[in-house]
């Protein structure tokens, strides 16, 4: 999935939106294509403004075709309580990223299918509107047929119906990570009570694809259609690795199976009493051990948030001495900060607080603080468990 060069457009429910840079690229082709096809249907000169302007409609309401299937993914996830953490739109559509993944075969298959089942009502809407304002000629415009006599709003309609129904054949194709490819996965999961060999299944017949993909993309573009067999070849490609480093994480989360925080976090780590003054805090704690962060505890052993350096140094001397180092934490609780000791090992390998941070607190049930967790002794973990 796409991290570099995102940024946020808007926040949905809690969840941040963004693009990537390659979505600007398919964009542009959109309304370039779109333009011409709509300039025919019209009959209109190079100069005109309109066709222009219902291409960039038809890309727009094609990306938020695309939003609404990846929000579909994200709030059955929600109801499932699994956060997604964004939803970024780039150039082979959208993905949804989830915070961790679902515990049961159940859970997968309803987050799995719902976003296949938005764009199927998307599709039916696109459809009933169409065939309600011009039902005669609104088939002939979901052919792409450029001499048909076709108003414009029922022009757009036609496009829509017609690229989403071709977005929901391709998704549920049983090519994980497509959402057909999860939902292959679930059934498996379901049948064998054992997610890992389900995973490793349904990306093994993602490779099969890709590999497929990538053959038919080769042929067309060398016979003639350039385009099209270039963007197949690099669909599926991008099917392959994706399907390859799930297969390859599966592996090793078999081989770390049973391993929870609890065996290899540091139990007895050196914490601040959140009632401690700045001052004590930087002198007995951070110039002492020379870390750049330590848990912060309150009275009853509860974890209350990480301290870092930084922080206690931003703190002006005159008031070091009275300002408590709960006064000067951001308030949240740390939530992203902390992991359960009892969670098991591999709901680790993708948290992306543990690689910014290096480690993470361990807490009980009850939110006292068990120990603390790095990335370095998950990686001695990893080493010693594929030795």
């Known amino acids: 999935m796409p991290q570099r060069g995102r940024f946020t457009l808007l926040t949905i429910r809690g969840i941040p939106v963004g693009v990537d840079w390659s979505w600007f690229l398919v964009l542009f082709l959109i309304i370039w294509l779109m333009s011409g096809f709509y300039r025919d249907v019209l009959g209109v000169s190079q100069d005109s403004v309109e066709p222009y302007a219902l291409a960039v409609a038809s890309a727009f309401g094609f990306f938020a075709s695309i939003l609404l299937h990846e929000l579909g993914h994200a709030f059955v996830a929600m109801r499932n309580r699994i956060t997604t953490s964004s939803i970024t739109l780039w150039m082979f559509g959208g993905v949804a990223s989830l915070d961790r993944e679902p515990d049961s075969a159940g859970a997968e298959f309803r987050i799995a299918v719902a976003g296949p089942v938005v764009t199927l009502l998307i599709t039916a809407a696109c459809l009933a509107g169409g065939v309600a304002i011009d039902g005669s000629t609104f088939w002939e415009g979901a052919r792409f047929d450029d001499t048909a006599s076709i108003s414009t709003g029922v022009a757009v309609l036609a496009w829509l119906a017609n690229i989403n129904a071709l977005i929901l054949v391709f998704n549920l194709l049983p090519a994980f990570p497509l959402d057909g490819g999860r939902i292959v996965r679930a059934i498996a999961w379901r049948l064998t009570s054992n997610r890992e060999k389900a995973t490793i299944f349904a990306a093994r017949l993602g490779q099969g694809f890709a590999y497929v993909f990538i053959a038919i993309g080769i042929v ?7 385009f099209f067999g270039v963007w197949l070849a690099l669909i599926g490609w991008m099917l392959g690795g994706s399907a390859r480093e799930t297969a390859t994480r599966s592996k090793l989360n078999t081989k770390i199976e049973g391993l929870r925080v609890a065996d290899v976090m540091d139990a007895e780590p050196v914490a601040i009493p959140a009632a401690a003054t700045v001052d004590e805090a930087l002198d007995e704690y951070f110039l002492r051990y020379r870390w750049p962060w330590f848990p ?33 934490l951001d308030g949240s609780g740390g939530a992203d900060q902390t992991v359960k000791s009892d969670e098991p090992l591999e709901s680790l390998l993708a948290n992306i607080e543990l690689r910014r941070l290096g480690g993470l607190a361990a807490v009980d049930a009850d939110g006292r603080l068990a120990g603390v967790i790095t990335l370095e002794q998950v990686g001695r973990a990893l080493r010693d468990a594929t030795a």
């Open 220 to 226: 067309a573009a060398l016979t003639g259609a350039l």
């Open 296 to 328: 912060v505890v309150d009275a009853a052993g509860r974890f209350v948030g990480l301290l870092n350096r930084g922080t206690a140094d931003s703190v002006p001397e005159t008031t070091r001495a009275s300002r408590s180092v709960s006064e000067i």
